[in-house]
């Protein structure tokens, strides 16, 4: 068996299950440290929100804060940003494969910190709207039985997505 593939069985064992796993860099900084054990957790697409610190794996293994949610060609996508870094990127759910719920230490298990700012905030208030507008569409669409292609449906999405986007983007400039 391959490095590549014990690497494979990993991922799949912390996205089903959960499990720990051993932070490397200085991205996250001073959140976490390089050495840090993590205890993960399997994270529905409904569990995931703005302030949530996940593992993903978009090519390379890393460990990122999210800072809002987008769908993209019909797929939900994440923002993610280390708090030691510069630019914001985006992953797609499946790559996620957990969340980060403790940090293990020698005292016993510590919640990660969040970084209180007032950029972090407008994600928290951008994320809740769009979580919100998520519910209201599926529930429209499913529950009253409206076609995906409804026309008041997609000129609330539209506007909904502009809002959010013109905030999104008086927010950062530097998306990746």
């Not at 440290?33 to 399997?42: H, M, N, S």
């Not at 208030?125 to 039985?145: G, P, S």
Request: aromatic share 14%; proline share 2%.
């Amino acid at each position: 068996m391959t490095q590549e593939d014990t690497g494979q069985i990993r991922d799949i064992y912390l996205k089903l299950k959960g499990g720990v796993f051993n932070f490397k860099g200085s991205s996250m900084e001073p959140v976490l440290k390089e050495g840090d054990v993590l205890r993960v957790i399997p994270a529905d697409k409904t569990d995931i929100r703005a302030g949530d610190i996940v593992i993903f794996n978009a090519n390379v293994l890393g460990c990122h804060r999210i800072l809002g949610r987008f769908r993209r060609d019909n797929r939900l996508c994440f923002l993610e940003k280390g708090d030691n870094a510069n630019k914001i990127g985006r992953i797609f759910y499946e790559d996620i494969i957990g969340k980060v719920k403790y940090i293990v230490t020698e005292n016993g298990l510590k919640k990660p910190d969040f970084p209180m700012n007032w950029k972090n905030v407008m994600f928290f208030i951008l994320d809740f709207f769009i979580a919100a507008y998520m519910v209201l569409a599926d529930l429209l669409k499913n529950r009253l039985f409206l076609k995906g292609d409804n026309k008041f449906l997609k000129t609330f999405g539209i506007v909904i997505w502009r809002v959010h986007g013109f905030y999104f983007n008086a927010l950062f400039k530097n998306i990746t």
